[in-house]
């Protein structure tokens, strides 16, 4: 699975957009790029994912470059609930798993 | 719907004692993992079974860890003994068949050995 390089921290202020950049330059041709945040103490929680194509759900969106080798997580409108570690992970079928393999993450202050 | 269920969401324990940790997958779901979390690893995963099978074995630190998963809806992993070093916390993810679909988490087992 391709590693993956995230900032270790951000902040952003409330009501505004919050993007999280994410490096994967050695992500392959079928790795998937996974975005999960962990609120603390309790488990992770999925986000979103995209193999190739931009994708958007009702939490948040996945902006992937042409060339596949980083991505940008936005949050569009950042709320103090917001404030977690989120993790970048890409992980694909090579493998035949689908395995997920976790860094440290960015953690993510929303601040008043 | 329910998510992944575990329990007990809290442990603590004498090391030498056996601890069982259970997870419920969503149901549904034919794609178990176990993960361990502490400050100076973060997240790792121990083991993880497709349609009950363990498929991939190589993150159980050692002899003293064990996973079972006698059918769809059931898993266990116990240490025997536990040692102070296991103290972290535990948790248990599913997923659909397709293994790019994403894997959902429970709350996690914080377990402490004394």
């Known amino acids: 699975d391709a590693k993956t390089t995230q900032p270790t921290s951000m902040d952003c202020a409330e009501g505004r957009a919050a993007n999280l950049p994410c490096n994967h330059s050695?992500?392959?041709?079928?790795?998937?790029v996974y975005w999960y945040r962990q609120i603390h103490s309790q488990g992770p929680q999925y986000i979103i994912h995209?193999?190739?194509n931009n994708e958007t759900n009702e939490m948040a969106s996945l902006i992937i470059t042409e060339d596949r080798k980083s991505s940008t997580l936005i949050l569009p409108h950042a709320t103090l609930r917001d404030t977690a570690v989120y993790y970048c992970?890409?992980?694909?079928?090579?493998?035949?798993?689908?395995?997920?393999?976790f860094g440290q993450g960015t953690t993510l202050q929303v601040k008043p | 719907d329910a998510g992944v269920i575990q329990s007990p969401r809290h442990e603590v324990t004498e090391m030498g004692q056996e601890v069982t940790l259970r997870c419920k997958p969503i149901?549904?779901?034919?794609?178990l993992f176990w993960y361990r979390q502490t400050m100076m690893r973060g997240l790792e995963l121990l083991i993880y079974?497709?349609?009950?099978?363990?498929?991939?074995d190589s993150g159980m630190p050692e002899d003293r860890f064990s996973a079972k998963m006698p059918n769809a809806s059931f898993s266990t992993l116990k240490i025997q003994p536990s040692e102070p070093r296991d103290s972290a916390v535990y948790f248990c993810?599913?997923?659909?068949?397709?293994?790019?679909?994403?894997?959902?988490f429970g709350d996690g087992t914080r377990l402490s050995i004394l």
């Open positions: 995209g193999l190739k």
């Open positions: 992970i890409a992980s694909g079928l090579s493998s035949n798993t689908g395995k997920l393999i």
């Open positions: 079974f497709n349609n009950n099978v363990p498929i991939d």
């Open positions: 050695t992500i392959s041709g079928n790795e998937y």
């Open positions: 993810a599913s997923r659909p068949g397709a293994s790019n679909q994403p894997q959902h």
């Open positions: 149901s549904g779901h034919n794609s």
